[in-house]
């Protein structure tokens, strides 16, 4: 059982350059979701998805995308990176409300130059 | 403008001795709160909960206390052992997200 897994775990890119990061979970969790964690600001929410085929905006949504077309993946895509983009990024999932417990990937940490 | 603030970015303490991580909030209407664990190089893991209709709440040697007049709930860690050293997060559900404390490093010297 991996529970949640993150790929890449490391990338570094250079600024206007893209990326997708996946991210898959085998607990049958309904909710999905992409932080952010930069230095002294906590995890942040970018987008979320609450099902198969649905995502909604986070906290901190722009410059990039996200897509859930299988219920076990959810990918967030940066189209143009920019150095701001520079953070370490989690994606973890639920079973139900926001309250539940939510299980974390190991994260991804990504450079923009 | 933070709902949920962890005023100590750090935190050491002696192995055998109490912790105590501190965890304010804004909203008098947050009812659920959650603390978070994080290793290096892991993601975050659920430590222990507390609804707003406690005041207590008890797990092994971790224990959340809520304080909903003074906004502000303590995660006490009792004995703290070198293996409790990481970042400890508080979050609250709010709106439709789950909004973290900036966290607070916890070093436990042997």
């Known amino acids: 059982n991996a529970g949640v897994t993150q790929t890449p775990k490391f990338r570094v890119l250079k600024t206007g350059q893209s990326m997708t990061l996946l991210c898959a979970q085998d607990?049958?969790?309904?909710?999905m979701y992409w932080y952010r964690q930069d230095p002294g600001m906590g995890l942040r929410l970018i987008h979320y998805?609450?099902?198969?085929?649905?995502?909604a905006k986070g906290e901190v949504p722009d410059g990039y995308n996200v897509s859930r077309l299988k219920k076990q993946n959810f990918l967030l895509g940066l189209e143009s990176a920019a150095p701001s983009q520079t953070s370490v990024y989690f994606c973890?999932?639920?079973?139900?409300?926001?309250?539940?417990?939510?299980?974390f990937g190991p994260g991804t940490r990504l450079t923009v130059l | 403008d933070q709902q949920v603030k962890q005023n100590s970015p750090s935190l050491s303490v002696q192995e055998g001795r109490i912790s105590i991580l501190n965890c304010d909030y804004t909203?008098?209407?947050?009812?659920?709160f959650l603390w978070y664990k994080k290793y290096p190089a892991e993601g975050p893991t659920f430590l222990i909960s507390?609804?707003?209709?406690?005041d207590k709440n008890e797990d092994g040697r971790f224990t959340v206390f809520l304080n909903k007049s003074a906004k502000h709930l303590s995660l006490h860690i009792v004995p703290s052992q070198p293996g409790d050293s990481a970042v400890y997060f508080c979050?609250?559900?709010?709106?439709?997200?789950?909004?973290f404390g900036g966290g607070t490093r916890l070093m436990v010297k042997p």
């Open positions: 607990m049958n969790h309904e909710y």
């Open positions: 979050a609250v559900p709010a709106g439709n997200m789950l909004t």
């Open positions: 973890a999932s639920a079973s139900g409300s926001w309250a539940d417990t939510q299980y």
């Open positions: 998805s609450v099902g198969e085929g649905t995502t």
């Open positions: 909203n008098s209407m947050f009812d659920y």
């Open positions: 507390i609804s707003s209709i406690k």
